[in-house]
Structure formats: C-alpha cells, structure tokens
C-alpha cells in the first residue's frame, strides 16, 4: 500500500501521544570564567526502552508526525484520550515527534460525563485498574473502568430505557446510535479477558464509530485481540478500524525507513540548541 491521495484517518493512543515526548529535563554544572559553578538547565533524551523492537516503533513516531504535517495522515484524539492526558506530569514541546501536527477532536461513542459526573476530578481522570488500587488512589464510579464496566453489562431492556431517556440526558443522535450498536463494544469486552482492557476496547469502539483507518498504538494486546475475534468462525461482529503500531502503520504507506530521530543520546541540549535542532 503506498500513500493514498486521501488522509488515512488515525486515531492516536494515549500511549503514541506520551511517547512522542523524546526530552526530559536535566541540569549540567558549568564552571563561569570567573570560578564559579553555575547550573544550566536543558534537555537530554529519555532513555531507550529495553524492549528494542518497541524503541524503534517509539522512534517511529517522528516519521509519523511528519506524515501527519504533510497531510497525509488526519490525526484524532478524543475526550477519553485527553483524560489519560491529564495524568501525565512532565510536558516538554521540544524534540516532540507531533511537535507542529494538527490533531482533530472526534466524538466519544458516549460521553461518560453524560452518565457519571463528579468533583472528584482525581477519580474522573483516572483508569481505575490495578496500578490504582495499588497506589492506594480511592475507587469511584467515575473512573474510567468503573464506567466502561457498566457499559458493557447493560442488556438491551435497559439500552431502550436509556434511549427513551435520552432528551433527558442531553444523548445526541450519534451516540443513540452507538447504544444501538452497543453489542460490538459488548462483546469485543468479553472476549478481552480483563476489565484491565476495556477502556483500549472503548478507544477502538469510539475509533470504529468514527469511521477511522486505523488505531494507532503502542500495545499488543488490543492487536492480538482483534486478530483472534477476526480469526474466530463464531465472531459475530466485523471490525473496520485497523490497530496497527507505527512501524506497521509505516509499512502499510509503503516506507520501509523511518525518518533519524532527531536528538542523540548523552548529549546534553542546551535550550537553544534544542529550538534549532527541531527547526532543521
């Protein structure tokens, strides 16, 4: 497959946005001319992953940003990816792999909002899974899991009492039509074995409602699944999205070498330097 004349529309994970960030702040001591120690502060690179092959779908990501520039790939987010966003700490714009990219906003399949609110935005913002239980963060009913895990047991009496309610909640026509579909979701979860995966089940569900080419990401789960329920002569859902992870998204447009990543590991970066190695 070479690049088509139209953009492939591609939702981004979390997971792509996150790593995409190749930078991290560091201080280096210098000696002034006058004998005195000063500390600069710049950049380094974060270091490589031990999985190799998963470093280098990481450093794919700069090919991938600039497809994106380029207007050859129409890149997405959504409100549930922006969540995952929030739990990020460091934000650095400098040697980012989408630094400059245009990343449309999509529609949620259903906005959790809409059916779980609170001000506890700790709760709302967080997954809800077992890192959080083991961090000992307080489990609501607003998280992330604790939402999709409602989803994805309604049956389909109290599907129609939600629709017939849906003035009511403010639910849009897309998503009346998402709850009318809703056994896709349903039983991509199911056969996902772990509440653990749900919200990469909500991600590809919100990715397969908007019409996307593709799911991009970093994980092997979501792809493993989606091969095996396509695999499987009892699937009773097709799936259009395709979940690849960059290299394989890559080889798809017909690119076989990735663009270098522009920043070198142990080299200290000035602030300076850094604006003008993303400007080359």
Known sequence: MTIPNKPLKVLL????????????????????????????????????NKNKAYQNDIDALFTIGRL???EKISAYDYIEISFEGWRDTEKIHEFNALQGCNIDRCKSAIERSKFRSSVNLRDTISKGGKKDRQAKIPQGITNQIAFFDWLAKLDPSHVDLI?????????????????????WFEFLCKRSGSTENYPDVFHLWTAERNSMDVFLTLEKKLTKLVSRVKNENRSTIEIQTEVLRPLDLLRKLGIENPDPVPMQHNRFYHLHEAEGEMLR
């Open 68 to 70: 994106i520039r380029e």
């Open 13 to 48: 994970d979390h997971g792509i946005i996150t790593h995409a960030g190749f930078a991290k702040g560091a201080v280096q001591n210098q000696e002034s001319d006058w004998g005195q120690t000063l500390e600069i502060h710049g950049l380094i690179r974060k270091a490589p």
């Open 163 to 183: 629709i017939q309610s849906a003035p009511k909640i403010g639910l849009t026509d897309f998503e009346i039509d998402s709850l009318k579909r809703i056994a």
